[in-house]
């Protein structure tokens, strides 16, 4: 590839030691393991110093501590000024290194910001025998909320898990369970892909009286770098760009 390019064979060595691979140099790409093919890959995907890097599933094949090299590679080139755009379907992965996101469905944009923005606002879920009086104890103390997802719980708007906590310690309400919560990239895609004009036309129409993603059993259903951007997600039918 390098004599291809018209690049010294030393330009080849520089890149597979970069990508970690360098005692490989002279094995057949044949015998090389899935994720050695990956390394190879990107590699060669670096030969010229390209400015803008495009990798479809580049963590496919990897194990854990590939996995986790990939992420500071990738990283490292975006801090030295690339952008790179990442199509993946491991978004928990890709939730854990891009910037910003971009989120299609059958060729539309749905939506696009950073991982924060998408996310949405923290909130903190508080489990106690009594939701409502706990409810009318944060509003007086000035934090709105949101009724729970399950018996006994309530949705306290705020960040602050310890002031949730303080509140319910004065007024008197044992916390059986209390923790941040933040919508996270699949279930934000999920929500996202599964109904109206947005929804994955490969998955087919949902069946007659199926639930939807989010729904309830008696209601209908309601309703994841552009940039100098760090790693990002790219465009795939229905994937997190």
Same mark, same amino acid.
């Given at each position: ?7 010294? @064979? ?5 890149l ?41 599933e ?16 990738l ?6 000024? #690339?952008?790179?755009l ?5 978004? $928990?992965?890709?939730e ?7 989120i299609?469905?059958?060729?539309r ?13 923290? #909130? ?10 706990? $409810? ?31 509140i ?13 919560q933040?919508?996270?990239?699949? @279930? ?32 209908a259903?309601? #309703? @994841? ?8 997600? @790219?465009?795939?039918?229905?994937e997190?760009?």
């Amino acid at each position: 590839m390098a004599t291809a390019a018209g690049l010294p @064979a030393s330009r080849a060595d520089e890149l597979l030691e970069l990508v970690g691979i360098p005692a490989a140099a002279k094995k057949p790409a044949g015998g090389y393991s899935m994720g050695m093919r990956q390394r190879l890959g990107l590699a060669g995907a670096l030969l010229g110093d390209p400015d803008v890097l495009v990798l479809d599933e580049p963590a496919n094949g990897l194990d854990p501590e590939g996995i986790r090299w990939l992420r500071g590679f990738l990283r490292h080139l975006a801090g030295n000024g #690339k952008t790179i755009l990442v199509s993946s379907h491991l978004l $928990a992965e890709v939730e854990q290194t891009v910037d910003d996101v971009i989120i299609l469905a059958n060729g539309r944009l749905i939506r696009q910001g950073t991982i924060e923005e998408l996310r949405g606002h923290p #909130k903190v879920r508080v489990v106690v025998p009594d939701p409502a009086r706990l $409810a009318q104890a944060l509003n007086g103390a000035g934090i709105a909320t949101e009724p729970g997802d399950a018996p006994g719980t309530v949705f306290a708007l705020t960040e602050n898990a310890a002031s949730v906590g303080d509140i319910a310690f004065r007024a008197g309400l044992p916390v059986h369970e209390l923790r941040r919560q933040q919508a996270d990239l699949e @279930a934000l895609f999920f929500e996202l892909t599964s109904q109206g004009g947005a929804r994955n036309r490969n998955l087919g129409a949902p069946a007659a009286g199926a639930r939807q993603p989010g729904a309830s059993p008696t209601q209908a259903p309601t #309703k @994841a770098p552009t940039e100098h951007v760090d790693p990002t997600s @790219a465009p795939t039918e229905g994937e997190a760009l």
